[in-house]
Nanobody, 126 residues
């Protein structure tokens, strides 16, 4: 089992930045791909960003490309989401997710992830 804990959410003005962190514990000796998803009020959860085990491959939702950056530090068992140029449409609960992988895969679909954090709220004011 892997436990994921997100942190770094909060209230920020439009145009501002936040960095989310996702710390993993438990069976972290396997290779894991990681992703960030978000769920806004009255909307379904959606993909935001994904990264493979080495950090060499990433993918982003079109809505965040050029503004968000996913990265990881495997020595610290932590995945990050740097969010710049935030706007009110980015307001949501942000979840990190992890999936055991072989090779250099990453995933963009919820069902492909076995482990989820509890979420952290990001609120962007206009």
């Amino acid at each position: 089992q892997v436990q994921l804990v997100e942190s770094g959410g909060g209230l920020v003005q439009a145009g501002g930045s936040l960095r989310l962190s996702c710390a993993a514990s438990g069976r972290t000796n396997s290779r894991y791909a990681a992703g960030w998803f978000r769920q806004a009020p009255r909307k379904e959860r959606e993909f935001v960003a994904a990264i493979n085990w080495s950090g060499g491959s990433t993918d982003y939702a079109d809505s965040v490309k050029g503004r968000f950056t996913i990265s990881r530090n495997n020595a610290k068992n932590t995945v990050y989401l740097q969010m710049n140029s935030l706007n009110p449409e980015d307001t949501a609960v942000y979840y990190c997710a992890a999936a055991a992988v072989r090779g250099s895969l990453y995933y963009i679909r919820e069902y492909e992830y076995a482990y989820w954090g509890q979420g952290t709220q990001v609120t962007v004011s206009s």
